[in-house]
């Protein structure tokens, strides 16, 4: 999984960009781009392809436009949905912090990542 930032405060520009390449259960690949402002849930775009080497140069030339855009590589701090993104503070969820309850409900609920059931992951 590859995740790009592009980050211009003063043009009030914060987004991310998620390129993430998984195979299917039918031994197809699917592209998966997650774009959008950063703490938003974002768009996805789910692309499927017959063969890896067609995936793998799709995701090659998506990664160069992003580059070419402006974006930087930066490490995903936790993958939270299938390819899907969350910036939690990981520090907020220690549980020797006094309100880690309030700063990781807080952090969570900005970043709008919730599991299929509505919980927030590792609860």
């Given at each position: 999984m590859s995740?790009?930032?592009r980050t211009e405060p003063a043009?009030?520009?914060?987004?991310?960009?998620?390129?993430?390449?998984?195979?299917?259960?039918?031994?197809?690949w699917t592209l998966l781009?997650?774009?959008?402002r950063s703490g938003s849930p974002g768009r996805v775009r789910l692309t499927s392809f017959a063969?890896?080497?067609e995936a793998e140069q799709a995701e090659r030339q998506i990664i160069k436009r992003r580059l070419q855009h402006g974006y930087t590589e930066t490490p995903a701090l936790c993958?939270?949905?299938?390819?899907?993104v969350g910036l939690i503070d990981r520090d907020a969820?220690?549980?020797?912090?006094?309100?880690?309850?309030?700063?990781?409900?807080?952090?969570?609920?900005?970043?709008?990542d919730?599991?299929?059931?509505?919980a927030a992951e590792g609860y």
């Open positions: 995740f790009f930032t043009r009030n520009l914060h987004r991310f960009y998620v390129v993430h390449l998984c195979p299917t259960l039918f031994g197809d781009c997650e774009w959008g063969s890896y080497s993958s939270t949905r299938a390819g899907g969820l220690r549980p020797d912090s006094f309100s880690s309850a309030r700063k990781a409900a807080r952090s969570i609920a900005f970043s709008g919730r599991d299929v059931y509505g």
